[in-house]
């Protein structure tokens, strides 16, 4: 199920700015890749080229290659929408949809794509919230809108919403910067838990974060006010915090810039 | 501890905060208010102003500045601002809901004798409008019902989806040209609107009067409202939902359909209930297009028919003719309960579609 992600050669724009410049790199499967970098560094449009959420802004646009295995998200023919049902996305705010219960919000994918079977719905439920740590606090309130959970589980709600629709590859955009500490430890189990199935990509201000849960880690910068974003390397995380490559990196992590 | 002397050292005394000051008890307010309406009434009456307008703008002012010296004597200038401030939206609250009230009591006490069960079920035919107390509005709402809802199923669509390209698609000059003609839409003045309809589909395209080209008129008259009212209903609707939807692989139409319009459900039903409220009361272009008439016509695509404001109309314009000044009071009676039980049940509505946050 999860797969390879290989960029070549990627530059994101919007409008005429060139947000991120020829960036190419590869994403190992099964496994949890961390993105870090100062902020405007391009870390998140980065990630949303991954699922093709980028062009969903006004004047955006993207070029270069991103294979999922072998097959290129920005070849003739691609269709978006299938894009994103095989690379899901949990966002920095969690995002229920206001209008739909608990259930409604995590079977949300699959029924706007058209499966009606109650059975199946009932399975993804459970299957979805077990995976994402919630089943156990909201099984008495399945009917209960989304809105009304606590931030923590709300951002729960939304992992298991994205992984109700079985995606090969989960991106996260600072899926905790919104959340106090212990809900910030339950998610960051909740990754450990998911890379058996998924490649799960994470964008991250938090370097301890990024050391606790990643197996490799991305530097992203710029090289100065108004310039593009351009990844500075991608190594094992071990590595990247104890002897990274370039003196950036390190002047980064050790807070010594920025 | 040797901070804390410095500090206090440096602090001039003039500056020194006191936490406790005088305050006027909770009832002030009542009691100035109560003592201005007296004052006022009785210097009205002293000076011999007939008004009762003049002696309710007389309160209004000495409760102002009464409140103000008051406050400023006993508690300080800032606090008298405050209170200031306070009496002016008290004030204007009093003075905008004074004639709403008012409008309402008169109708009602004027109108409530006409009202009886003939008077709803039966219509004018044979009725000699000026000799008898006879006939009723049944005919006028039949019609009413019929033009505002064929109007409505016009001008609710169209706006609808106008706003949601407006929102959802729109951009460049084609989005900012509409947007251009929604607001002039929204200042037609309604005669205009039913010339319009009257040279283009009765005189150049040879249509009968009828209900139906009356409510071509009135969808005019409603759409750049329900366009408006959606288009910033579908604003509130955050990105994130969207981009939420989108990265579940949920195409984009079918985002807007399933995501978007449900949450924006209750504010955008809200919306068209003002606007059916809106065209409910307008009489010109019925007048020019329905043209009215004395007997029932439930077919709103063929002949003449009565609406209620242009009923209220014809029965008062006969004139000195108290027949027809209790009908006209009858009819507004009703027309007013009409528009109020629809803005009851968009209130409803919207109260019951919009989405729960709480738990």
Known sequence: ?258 | MSSTVTITDATPPQLAHRLTAARLPRWAPAATAAASVALGCGIGAAAGLESRVQWGLLSALLFLVVSYTVSASVEGRRQAKDRFATSLVWVSFVCAVVPLVSLTFYTVQQGIDAISPEFLTHSMKGVVATLSPDGGIYHAIIGTIEQVLLATLIAAPIGLLTAVYLVEYGRGRLAKAVTFFVDVMTGIPSVVAGLFVLSLWNIALGFQYSGFSGSLALAILMMPVVVRSTEEMLKLVPNELREASYALGVPRWKTILRIVLPTAIGGITTGVMLAVARITGETAPVMMLVFGADFINSDPFDGPQQSLPLYIWQQYSQINNDFGYQRAWGAALVLIAFVMGLNLVARGVARWRSPKGGH
Not at chain 1, 27 to 44: D, H, N, Q, Y
Not at chain 1, 98 to 114: E, F, H, R, W
Not at chain 1, 152 to 157: I, K, N
């Open chain 1, 1 to 258: 199920m999860a797969k390879r992600i290989d960029v070549s050669g990627l530059s994101a724009y919007y409008g005429s700015t060139r947000a991120i410049d020829d960036i190419s790199m590869t994403i190992e499967p099964r496994s949890v890749t961390a993105f870090i970098g100062p902020s405007g560094c391009g870390k998140s449009t980065f990630l949303r080229t991954l699922n093709r959420m980028h062009e969903v802004i006004p004047g955006a646009r993207v070029e270069g290659k991103v294979l999922l295995d072998d097959e290129n998200l920005y070849g003739a023919n691609v269709d978006p929408v299938a894009v994103r049902r095989s690379v899901g996305m949990v966002f920095q705010r969690p995002n229920p949809f206001p209008t739909m219960s608990i259930y409604d919000n995590v079977v949300a994918g699959l029924k706007l794509a058209g499966v009606k079977k109650k059975s199946v719905l009932d399975g993804v439920v459970e299957k979805s919230l077990q995976g994402a740590n919630l089943w156990n606090e909201v099984k008495d309130r399945l009917g209960k809108p989304g809105a009304g959970l606590s931030g923590g589980q709300q951002q729960r709600l939304c992992i298991a919403r994205a992984i109700a629709v079985e995606p090969e590859v989960l991106l996260m955009d600072e899926p905790c910067s919104a959340l106090d500490p212990i809900s910030t430890l339950a998610i960051e189990d909740l990754i450990g838990e998911l890379k058996s199935q998924f490649t799960i990509v994470i964008v991250t201000h938090n370097m301890q974060q990024a050391a606790r849960v990643s197996d490799r880690t991305a530097f992203f910068n710029l090289a100065g006010v108004g310039q593009p974003g351009k990844l500075v390397e991608l190594d094992d995380t071990q590595r990247i915090f104890s002897n990274p490559s370039v003196q950036a990196t390190e002047d980064y992590i050790s807070g010594r810039f920025g």
